[in-house]
Each structure stands twice: as C-alpha cells, then as structure tokens.
T-cell receptor
Framework: EDQVTQSPEALRLQEGESSSLNCSYTVSGLRGLFWYRQDPGKGPEFLFT???AGEEKEKERLKATLTKKESFLHITAPKPEDSATYLC????????????FGTGTQLKVEL | NAGVMQNPRHLVRRRGQEARLRCSPM?????VYWYRQLPEEGLKFMVYLQKENIIDESGMPKERFSAEFPKEGPSILRIQQVVRGDSAAYFCASSPEGSRDSPLHFGNGTRLTVT
C-alpha cells in the first residue's frame, strides 16, 4: 500500500534558524512528488513537483530535494510568514494525478 | 479570482439531512478531484471526475455519497442522510489535463459540521 510519512509533526524555529522537513514514501512506481503549503482555513497551495531522484527545486527560502526513498524541504533563514503546515504528496503510475498525502509538518517561525 | 471556487465555505446540517457541496474549477480545467480532511488526519482522496464522467471513485464511501460534474455548471459532492462522522473539511482540486506536468490546484474548502 502506498504510504507517505512526514516528520516532524510540528517544528518551532526562531526567525533565521534554518531547518529541514522530511517526507518518506513507499509507492510502487513514483510518478511525482509534490509539496504544498496550507494556511489555517485555506486549501493547499502548490509549491513544487519533483519527478526523479537527484532533482532539486527552489523558490525563495524553500528548496526541495528528492531521493529514491524520501524528499526534504529545506527552509533557509525562515521568516514568521513561512509559518504554515507543509504537506507532501505522491502520485503513482496508473493513478493519474490522484495524490496520496502525508499528514503534514506544522511549522511555526517566531521572532 | 481565477482560482478554484467552492461554496458554501461553511455548512451546518442536522443528522439525517442532505449536504450539497459545489466546486467550480479553474478556467480551462476539465478535471476535478474531491478530497476530505478530517481533524488531525491528512487529505484523503475521494473521487476524480471529468466532464460528465466519473473516472475514479475508489475513495468514495459506498453509501450516501455521490459526485457529479455535468457538462454545464459546477461539480457537486452530495452527502445524503449525514452523520456526525461526516463532519470534515471537503476540498476540491482541478487540473487542466491528466499529464504529470499539471499539479492540482485546490480551493479553500467547505467545512461541514453535522449536529
């Protein structure tokens, strides 16, 4: 059965304190790995798609990387506005764009 | 706002009533997905539709739940005879096609409360 596990469940950082969020996955035939950001009361907002091991993508203070078993979302010098829940999801061969989500990492960045 | 539109944002129903949730996809998108998010749980896939067709309903409960995406108008998720366990946030997402280069774009959800 396809599984996506995210860690830690919650993370508290000081402004400027860099860290990484982890997403490990078990899927037969990875088609894509997706990172989303979700703010309270809102829907998930798309950040990145990664397709193959070794691939990296960046956007402002965020950088996503992918290996054959896991993905990392690196946050460099975070700001309070980066506080949100970060969701990881995978799609698999034969599943179209159907996504299997992890339960997310709740990030709080404090001044 | 050209994003995915869901309404209502909040819906309160008594046990046994029907709930109808609506989703208008982004302009130009013909694929719609419904997800449910229970408290402290991740988003769970329910159903995938294209215009006038259900493509994959493997995540939909067998009873009381149905979905449609007519040729004209929004996609509708219908829950008959609601129970307290149906209380959750229901999210709709859309994409323009089935290729892997089309990430899903989500609406802000409908929060259903069953009293």
């Amino acid at each position: 059965e396809d599984q996506v596990t995210q860690s830690p469940e919650a993370l508290r950082l000081q402004e400027g304190e860099s860290s990484s969020l982890n997403c490990s996955y078990t899927v037969s035939g990875l088609r894509g790995l997706f990172w989303y950001r979700q703010d309270p009361g809102k829907g998930p907002e798309f950040l990145f798609t990664l397709y193959s091991a070794g691939e990296e993508k960046e956007k402002e203070r965020l950088k996503a990387t992918l290996t054959k078993k896991e993905s990392f979302l690196h946050i460099t010098a975070p700001k309070p506005e980066d506080s949100a829940t970060y969701l990881c999801a995978v799609s698999f061969t034969g599943g179209g764009n159907k996504l299997t989500f992890g339960t997310g990492t709740q990030l709080k960045v404090e001044l | 706002n050209a994003g995915v539109m869901q309404n209502p944002r909040h819906l309160v129903r008594r046990r046994g009533q029907e709930a109808r949730l609506r989703c208008s996809p982004m302009k130009g998108h013909s694929h719609v997905y419904w997800y449910r998010q229970l408290p402290e749980e991740g988003l769970k896939f329910m159903v995938y539709l294209q215009k006038e067709n259900i493509i994959d309903e493997s995540g939909m409960p067998k009873e009381r739940f149905s979905a449609e995406f007519p040729k004209e108008g929004p996609s509708i998720l219908r829950i008959q005879q609601v129970v307290r366990g149906d209380s959750a946030a229901y999210f709709c997402a859309s994409s323009p096609e089935g290729s892997r280069d089309s990430p899903l774009h989500f609406g802000n959800g409908t929060r259903l409360t069953v009293t």
